[in-house]
């Protein structure tokens, strides 16, 4: 793949979808912050459920805290590896306190320093609460990168470090949520919907799947 292909996929998931963003809901960066740390092996819906009566109670570092770990335990119960994850925010959170004035930090190693915080979570704070054009590489963007041939990897750092030196910097900042929302509605693990797909004549995948879906999920892409 080139450049003027890449540049090309990039256009087109513009024009499909302007202003894309998280799925996670979060109005701050601190619960951007937990948000995210809790996504970890689960799925952005399952944490909303959660969050959303969790920061109608606590939503700074101090309230989280007053609440204690078995009333956040509690409150999270619901997502996978809750106890590891409540006690890594209960960490964090401490941290926040003590060294940052209780405000999310801006720089990628104060936020790794952070109990449940690593590269990809860093990446996903600098981008979407910072507006910075970091690209934070899931399993969605790991699979798409390497089947579409934008920029394939053997590892995570790999692939996100060749979509930064071959993502055009003008689609740099949205290209981690591109990526993400094609990968869960488009690009399937198992099953990629390629007949429905607006970039199919440019993907260097060679079993394509052009069985069309019983509905069509662009519209998920696009919201």
Same mark, same amino acid.
């Given at each position: 793949?080139?450049?003027?292909?890449?540049?090309?996929?990039?256009?087109?998931?513009?024009?499909?979808?302007?202003?894309?963003t998280?799925?996670?809901?979060?109005?701050?960066?601190?619960?951007?912050?937990?948000?995210?740390?809790?996504?970890?092996?689960?799925?952005d819906?399952?944490?909303?459920?959660a969050?959303?009566?969790?920061?109608?109670?606590?939503?700074?570092?101090?309230?989280?805290?007053?609440?204690? /770990?078995?009333?956040?335990?509690? @409150?999270?119960? %619901?997502?996978g590896?809750?106890? %590891?994850?409540?006690?890594n925010?209960?960490?964090?959170?401490?941290?926040?306190?003590?060294?940052? !004035?209780s405000?999310?930090?801006?720089?990628?190693?104060?936020?790794?320093?952070?109990?449940?915080?690593?590269?990809?979570?860093?990446?996903?704070?600098?981008?979407? @609460?910072f507006?910075? *054009?970091?690209?934070?590489?899931? %399993?969605?963007?790991?699979?798409?990168?390497?089947?579409?041939?934008?920029?394939?990897g053997?590892?995570?750092?790999?692939?996100?470090?060749?979509?930064?030196? +071959?993502? *055009?910097?003008?689609?740099?900042?949205?290209a981690? +949520?591109?990526?993400i929302? +094609? !990968?869960?509605?488009?690009?399937?693990?198992?099953? *990629?919907?390629?007949?429905?797909?607006f970039?199919?004549?440019?993907?260097?995948?060679?079993?394509?799947?052009?069985?069309?879906?019983? /509905?069509?999920?662009?519209q998920?892409? %696009? @919201?």
């Amino acid at each position: 793949m080139n450049s003027t292909i890449r540049r090309e996929i990039f256009t087109r998931f513009k024009a499909a979808n302007p202003h894309p963003t998280t799925e996670l809901e979060y109005s701050s960066p601190f619960e951007l912050l937990i948000a995210v740390i809790l996504s970890a092996q689960a799925t952005d819906k399952s944490v909303n459920l959660a969050t959303r009566k969790l920061f109608k109670r606590a939503n700074t570092p101090e309230k989280i805290l007053a609440l204690g /770990e078995a009333d956040l335990q509690e @409150a999270i119960k %619901t997502i996978g590896l809750y106890k %590891t994850k409540a006690k890594n925010i209960l960490a964090t959170c401490r941290l926040l306190i003590e060294n940052h !004035g209780s405000q999310v930090p801006r720089k990628r190693d104060e936020l790794e320093r952070l109990p449940g915080v690593g590269r990809k979570t860093a990446n996903v704070i600098l981008n979407t @609460a910072f507006g910075e *054009p970091t690209i934070a590489v899931d %399993t969605h963007i790991f699979r798409v990168s390497n089947r579409t041939g934008i920029a394939p990897g053997k590892t995570v750092l790999e692939v996100e470090l060749k979509l930064l030196r +071959h993502v *055009p910097m003008e689609f740099r900042h949205d290209a981690h +949520h591109w990526l993400i929302l +094609h !990968g869960r509605y488009i690009c399937k693990a198992r099953k *990629p919907e390629c007949a429905i797909c607006f970039i199919n004549d440019l993907c260097e995948f060679k079993e394509k799947n052009f069985a069309l879906p019983p /509905e069509n999920p662009l519209q998920h892409s %696009t @919201a």
